[in-house]
């Protein structure tokens, strides 16, 4: 079971079609000024995001296997690896050393995987993390599928079983943040979704995959950033990178503050001694969710399939809020998301709202962040729009929002899906189109073969994987990966 995104979801159904007492809307107008009553009043002390372990909950959403496992564990290792860039090794790109003896990076990474069919999955690597139902059941529940055999006493996988379109993509990702938030606490089975360090095969033991500091789930320091990934997903930067995208740098409590700050300092009593710079705290530059919002339909479709099919009487038109389904959430924003429900709504769920909007992915994360007051319209602008706003984009939708995507989608063809990549030349320029954007991910790269007409193909000049051999298929070497994408970034 996972928490109010499910059981308890079907009163409240039964309440959202109009034999409730109270609209949810009055209920939902609420919710800001009690959630920044409730931070007001949090007496939790706020340690400095530098000076503990950092921690990156990936949380992919697929079919079945994820068709670029190799890559992504190349990324893992990443940030524990020099990579030789000599001359004489530019034939092998592949061609590694390890740091210091092969220490691992100070950052964690955990994966989270909730798949469409986990019944599928081949990959130990990826079964091991994928969601698994929660509490045994009176009822038999079509969402869950068993995870080894026919056996009655096997675990079960959990899958909403999405089609395209549909609110139970929604709920998946609900799910997910829900069980990423679970990690570190007792039970919450963090040793089995941990990736790094040093977890690049499947056949690691536990002992292997931590390290003497971490040897129970209680061990494993909260996870500070989750952030959504689809199958067809890449890193266009190493996993150091993305550290410093989404923490700041290390060992640095302050940096020079704006000129505002400054004006302020010097208007303090000149006879201070000595003098200190104006500086801002690293953590309140980069303790922000990577949302790239807007607060207005920006299209025909996003108006009538989603903005006007909420209910007025369930949540406010002031209120929706539509974004990218791939972002970053800090630990602070998906705990009020995933606490929405039981702390703020009276125990009505928030999902069962979007029942009937199209692509409600894009909608549930951005309102949800709205009605608890986190995503916002700056004073004096009416709309937050994607082209509006340039100079302040990435603070013109709240002081805790940074307003950009996170993954590099190609919309210009005009289609309901972005463009889809087979060929190493796509691949080579997209990463470069997607680091000179900022951004941290790239999609959709896909096997050539699951486009129709498609055939297998190997990718034209791909160099050699992890162990010497091609990968074909339209798919990305892990040498490609990293002549594009290290080597870029050295």
């Avoid at 570190?184 to 690691?204: F, I, K, Q």
């Avoid at 208007?267 to 001694?273: G, Q, T, Y």
């Avoid at 995933?338 to 928030?350: D, T």
């Avoid at 700056?378 to 013109?396: A, L, M, R, Y």
């Amino acid at each position: 079971r996972f928490g109010d995104n499910d059981h308890r979801s079907r009163r409240n159904e039964w309440n959202q079609d109009g034999h409730s007492e109270v609209p949810l809307s009055e209920i939902v107008e609420k919710v800001a000024e009690k959630y920044k009553a409730s931070k007001e009043t949090d007496a939790t002390v706020n340690i400095l995001t530098q000076k503990k372990q950092r921690h990156i909950a990936l949380l992919f959403l697929t079919i079945g296997d994820l068709p670029q496992e190799h890559i992504w564990k190349e990324w893992l290792k990443s940030a524990s690896i020099d990579y030789l860039t000599d001359e004489k090794d530019a034939d092998d790109a592949s061609v590694t050393k390890s740091k210091d003896g092969g220490s691992s990076s100070d950052v964690l990474v955990s994966v989270i995987c909730h798949a469409k069919f986990p019944e599928r999955i081949q990959s130990p690597w990826l079964r091991q993390r994928h969601l698994l139902q929660k509490h045994s059941s009176n009822n038999a529940d079509d969402n869950n599928v068993k995870a080894e055999g026919h056996d009655t006493n096997s675990p079960k996988f959990h899958s909403r079983r999405p089609e395209w379109g549909s609110i139970e993509i929604t709920r998946a990702m609900i799910d997910l943040l829900e069980e990423g938030l679970r990690i570190g606490s007792d039970g919450g089975n963090g040793l089995r979704y941990l990736a790094t360090p040093s977890d690049a095969s499947p056949e690691n033991t536990t002992a292997d995959r931590t390290t003497n500091s971490i040897q129970t789930d209680t061990d494993i320091p909260p996870v500070d950033r989750f952030v959504f990934v689809s199958e067809s997903c890449l890193p266009v930067t190493t996993l150091k990178e993305m550290e410093l995208a989404l923490f700041g740098p290390r060992n640095t409590e302050s940096v020079p503050a704006s000129d505002a700050d400054e004006k302020q300092q010097k208007s303090k009593d000149l006879n201070d001694d000595p003098p200190k710079p104006p500086t801002k705290n690293i953590e309140s530059l980069y303790n922000k969710s990577w949302i790239n919002a807007r607060s207005t339909p920006n299209n025909g479709y996003a108006r009538q399939l989603q903005w006007d099919a909420i209910r007025q009487t369930d949540i406010p038109p002031n209120l929706v809020w539509k974004a990218d389904q791939w972002m970053v959430l800090t630990r602070s924003h998906g705990k009020a998301i995933a606490s929405l429900s039981a702390q703020y709504l009276e125990g009505r769920p928030l999902w069962p709202a979007l029942r009937k909007v199209r692509a409600s992915d894009e909608m549930y994360f951005s309102t949800a962040l709205s009605i608890l007051g986190i995503l916002h319209r700056p004073p004096g602008i009416s709309e937050v729009e994607e082209e509006s706003n340039t100079k302040q984009k990435d603070s013109c939708a709240g002081s805790d929002i940074r307003r950009r995507r996170i993954t590099y989608c190609d919309w210009s063809m005009g289609a309901k899906n972005p463009a889809s990549f087979t060929t190493l030349k796509e691949w080579k320029e997209v990463v470069g189109k997607a680091r000179a954007e900022g951004c941290l991910l790239a999609r959709k790269f896909v096997p050539a073969s699951s486009i129709r007409g498609g055939g297998r193909r190997k990718v034209a000049g791909g160099g050699s994987s992890a162990n010497n051999n091609d990968v074909d298929d339209g798919l990305v070497s892990v040498g490609d990966w990293i002549s594009a994408v290290v080597k870029r970034g050295s």
